[in-house]
């Protein structure tokens, strides 16, 4: 059973190693945090972490573009 809060979870955490899918499934679940109050409250929080954890490693030393981002620009998930 599809679960919005594992989701969102799992979309946190893989930020780390793959931004452009993260990105892409937080911008589809968007879309049901539209369907409650708390669900925007979850997605807005998870969208500043996701932004900060890229942000974070962006700043890092070690940090590479093009092993990070791959063929896709460089995003940050828009808050609404």
Request: charge should be negative.
């Amino acid at each position: 059973m599809y679960d919005f809060q594992s989701e969102i979870s799992r979309c946190v955490n893989l930020v780390r190693w793959n931004p452009h899918s993260a990105i892409r499934d937080m911008e589809m679940l968007r879309i049901e945090a539209g369907e409650s109050e708390m669900k925007h409250r979850v997605w807005t929080h998870a969208a500043i972490s996701i932004n900060k954890t890229i942000k974070s490693i962006e700043t890092a030393p070690y940090y590479d573009k093009k092993e990070y981002w791959g063929q896709y620009p460089s995003t940050l998930l828009e808050i609404f």
